[in-house]
Structure formats: structure tokens, C-alpha cells
């Protein structure tokens, strides 16, 4: 077995009881150069949590995933999630919109994938009204952001929601997502892989 980021000979320490309990596809090194900072915040009034740090190392990995269509990577996002996994049993998980041009290029939905390990109900109702990538550094584009998310005719109520995005930056596709769903359900949540270092100050 390699290491699907170094492609070194995947050797771990421990006596291999962390490969053998957790299967990490990564080897130590790489591992080690995640930040794993579990934050909980609150967004419109709704409970948010991430996982990594959205730094330097956690881009090239999921540009690497994304833009470059690498697949098999979908698995290193998803280690000690455990905490994560009891929290959201229960709940559907809704995907955050992708954009559909890159949806078609890149041949998967990238959020998808990365939440396959949760084996929940996954459901892709959200979309993009229009297809467009909008400057999240500018208030005008980040309320345009919020009014762009649709859902789908054939979205139905549900009791738990768990909104589920690779990274939170400015908050403004959660608080679309959220705005687009909550007339089908009282209970959301969101949780994003990764969140964008300004968010670890807001509480
Ligand atoms: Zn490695």
C-alpha cells in the first residue's frame, strides 16, 4: 500500500494499530501535516462544525481531489470523524450545491464522495440558480450567494438535516443552503470539512 499523497510505502508506527484500527490512507507525515481544530460555531442561528483548518496543506489536497479529478483521495478527508458520525446519526444529509459545470467536468460530486463514510441518507437537492463563481470578498456577491441556492421540486420535509460542504469561507453558501431548506425541516445542522481560520475566532 502507498501513501495516496506521497506515494511513499504506507508504514505507520504504533505497532500499525492506527492503520489497523482507522485504515489511514495517508502515512504519518502527510497525516501530521493536516490541522485537526474541531470548531463549533453558529451561523443564522444554526450550529456549525468543521474539522481542519482550511491552511495551505488542506488546499492542494482537495484542489489536487477537485480540479484535478483524483478520486481515490475522497478517502483522506474522511478520518476520525467518528465524533462526527455518532453526532449526525439520524439526520439526512443534504449536499451543498456544486457548480453544475464543474460537476460535469470533474465526472462526481465532489461532497458526495467525501461523505460516503457517514452512511447516512444523502440527498442532492440544492443547486446553483446560476451558474456563476461569485467574489466571496465582496458583500454585494456574498448576498447574491445567499439568494442563488435553490431546491428541487421533489424536496420533501424531513425531521434532521445535516448540510454537508468541503470548506466554509464566508459563510454565505451555508446561510443559502439554510435559507433554501428551512421550510422543510425545524432541525438543521452543517457540518464543512474545513473552515477558513477567521471563523476560530467567533466564539
Ligand atoms: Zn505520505
Not at 482550511?54 to 483524483?70: P, R, T
Not at 441556492?149 to 420535509?157: A, E, L, Q, R, S
Not at 434532521?160 to 433554501?180: M, N
Amino acid at each position: 500500500m502507498k501513501c495516496l499523497w506521497c506515494m511513499n510505502e504506507l508504514i505507520h508506527d504504533e505497532s500499525l494499530s492506527r492503520y489497523l484500527l482507522s485504515e489511514d490512507c495517508l502515512c504519518d507525515t502527510c497525516r501530521s501535516q493536516f490541522q485537526v481544530k474541531p470548531i463549533v460555531i453558529t451561523i443564522d442561528n444554526v450550529r456549525v462544525y468543521s474539522h481542519y483548518v482550511y491552511d495551505d496543506f488542506f488546499k492542494q489536497v482537495i484542489l489536487q481531489y477537485k480540479e484535478a479529478y483524483d478520486e481515490a483521495l475522497c478517502r483522506v478527508f474522511d478520518y476520525q470523524l467518528e465524533y462526527i458520525k455518532k453526532m449526525c446519526k439520524g439526520y439526512t444529509i443534504v449536499l451543498a450545491p456544486s457548480s453544475l459545470s464543474r460537476l460535469q467536468a470533474r465526472g462526481f460530486h465532489h461532497v458526495k464522495k467525501m461523505v460516503e463514510g457517514f452512511k447516512l441518507p444523502v440527498l442532492d437537492v440544492l443547486y446553483k440558480k446560476k451558474d456563476i463563481t461569485l467574489d466571496t470578498n465582496r458583500y454585494q456577491d456574498r448576498l447574491r450567494m445567499q439568494e442563488n441556492i435553490g431546491v428541487t421540486k421533489d424536496m420533501k420535509c424531513i425531521d434532521k438535516i445535516v448540510i454537508v460542504d468541503d470548506i466554509l469561507t464566508s459563510g454565505s453558501t451555508i446561510k443559502g443552503c439554510k435559507k433554501a431548506l428551512e421550510k422543510f425541516s425545524k432541525n438543521i445542522i452543517v457540518f464543512t470539512f474545513a473552515y477558513n481560520l477567521t471563523w476560530q475566532n467567533e466564539n
